[in-house]
């Protein structure tokens, strides 16, 4: 059983372009939704987060889009770059980090 | 830096043998973590410990144990690996109070 259900798994974009990656999760307890980025042969890193109290948060060219009563949220990367190249997860866990709820990931591939 | 290090980057076990997966943090972290990355699963939680000697289950437990003696090594066991348990591993940390986790680089370990 999937607790936070993410979309598309694999995702091509040309330079410049937008990239969106979908999220979306059933456990309505759920107050802290990070996203992390894992570029090959490396760890995974915080990449930008949110709260439920906030419908968007911006960061640079990234930003979280959510949307609580759908229960969803997503990540937008602007003006999308070849270095944006990586696999990007959604999550999502209560009362802070401790068992965060992974989405399956999205490997992005930004072509020149 | 945060830096949490895997001792090894790639294992090959044979089925049926204990394995030892250890991972040393030095930022004096309460929380750590055992994750195992699968290709269309995501990142699955294992096991996490928010304290020395502590430990809780996480989604995937079973064929698994854990170890923490002491407050910046977490190790990983299983106790009679199987072809079913060859995947990429990671290890990652936490402050108690923050949010943000701090991963490895990763073991990808292949039983035979």
């Known amino acids: 059983q999937q607790q936070v259900k993410q979309s598309p798994q694999s995702l091509i974009v040309q330079k410049g372009g937008i990239s969106i990656i979908n999220c979306a999760y059933e456990?309505?307890?759920?107050?802290?939704f990070p996203w992390y980025q894992q570029f090959p042969g490396k760890g995974p890193a915080l990449l930008i987060a949110i709260r439920p109290d906030v419908s968007e948060k911006k960061e640079g060219r990234f930003t979280i889009s959510f949307n609580k009563s759908a229960k969803q949220f997503s990540l937008h990367i602007m003006d999308s770059q070849p270095g944006d190249s990586a696999t990007y997860f959604c999550a999502a866990s209560i009362g802070g980090y401790q068992k965060v709820t992974f989405g399956i990931g999205t490997k992005l591939q930004v072509i020149p | 830096d945060v830096k949490v290090t895997q001792s090894s980057r790639y294992l090959v076990k044979r089925t049926g043998e204990k394995v030892f997966l250890e991972c040393v943090q030095d930022m004096d972290h309460e929380n750590m973590f055992w994750y195992r990355q699968d290709p269309g699963l995501g990142l699955r939680l294992i096991y996490f410990s928010y304290d020395v000697k502590m430990k809780e289950k996480g989604d995937i437990p079973e064929g698994y144990s854990v170890s923490r003696e002491k407050k910046e090594r977490f190790s990983l066991i299983l106790e009679s690996a199987s072809t079913n348990q060859t995947s990429m591993y990671l290890c990652?940390?936490?402050?108690?109070?923050?949010?943000?986790?701090?991963f490895g680089q990763g073991t990808r370990l292949t039983v035979v």
């Open positions: 990652a940390s936490s402050v108690r109070t923050n949010t943000e986790a701090f």
């Open positions: 456990n309505t307890a759920f107050d802290y």
